[in-house]
T-cell receptor
Framework: GAGVSQTPSNKVTEKGKYVELRCDPISGHTALYWYRQSLGQGPEFLIYFQGTGAADDSGLPNDRFFAVRPEGSVSTLKIQRTERGDSAVYLC??????????????FGEGSRLTVL | AQKITQTQPGMFVQEKEAVTLDCTYDTSDPSYGLFWYKQPSSGEMIFLIYQGSYDQQNATEGRYSLNFQKARKSANLVISASQLGDSAMYFCAMRANSGGSNYKLTFGKGTLLTVNP
């Protein structure tokens, strides 16, 4: 497809388990972002990739969260030892570059994570 | 630090009428961008409109216009001729356009718009 693709769309897991969320950005987009949206809130920034490197991971809440983008395209957000408070929708977005004229981000439909 | 405030948790509008969704912001950045996104029940965030802080004119995109009042630090979204398909959550967001964090969007809490037939 032409848009940002995220899998799985829904993930239910138990407290303490490990989870991986995948994002396939729009082809040719060098910038990739992860945001987290808790119930009743707007999205909150987690991490930004420019190419393969994480240019800013200051939004990751703690060291249980990690993200990679090894070939500069697909990205995986990894959460270790999940906690109930990690339950949220994880949104991925991509753009041609950061800080462009409009900076339009194209978002996926998100991965809804529920930790029981 | 940047902050976006959307004071309307929910709004109702009659089909074919216009509606204004409020957004105020706070920033110390001299150059910044303001965005509106629509989030239907599918969850995808859809970009609607952008306003740069130095733009002289208010942005317009089809039925969407952004009422930018810089002195009041407000960036209200106006939707004209509402349609049933406009029912969704609407988020105001901002980003610094200079400095080292010109990629990071700060979002408000959103406004749930319901269009009645």
């Amino acid at each position: 497809g032409a848009g940002v693709s995220q899998t799985p769309s829904n993930k239910v897991t138990e407290k303490g388990k490990y989870v991986e969320l995948r994002c396939d950005p729009i082809s040719g987009h060098t910038a990739l972002y992860w945001y987290r949206q808790s119930l009743g809130q707007g999205p909150e920034f987690l991490i930004y990739f420019q190419g393969t490197g994480a240019a800013d991971d200051s939004g990751l809440p703690n060291d249980r969260f990690f993200a990679v983008r090894p070939e500069g395209s697909v990205s995986t957000l990894k959460i270790q030892r999940t906690e109930r408070g990690d339950s949220a929708v994880y949104l991925c977005a991509s753009s041609l570059g950061a800080g462009t004229m409009t900076g339009e981000l194209f978002f996926g439909e998100g991965s809804r994570l529920t930790v029981l | 630090a940047q902050k976006i405030t959307q004071t309307q948790p929910g709004m109702f509008v009659q089909e074919k009428e216009a509606v204004t969704l409020d957004c105020t912001y706070d920033t110390s950045d001299p150059s910044y961008g303001l965005f509106w996104y629509k989030q239907p029940s599918s969850g995808e965030m859809i970009f609607l409109i952008y306003q740069g802080s130095y733009d002289q004119q208010n942005a317009t995109e089809g039925r969407y216009s952004l009422n930018f009042q810089k002195a009041r630090k407000s960036a209200n979204l106006v939707i004209s001729a509402s349609q049933l398909g406009d029912s969704a959550m609407y988020f105001c967001a901002m980003r610094a356009n200079s400095g080292g964090s010109n990629y990071k969007l700060t979002f408000g809490k959103g406004t749930l718009l319901t269009v009645n037939p």
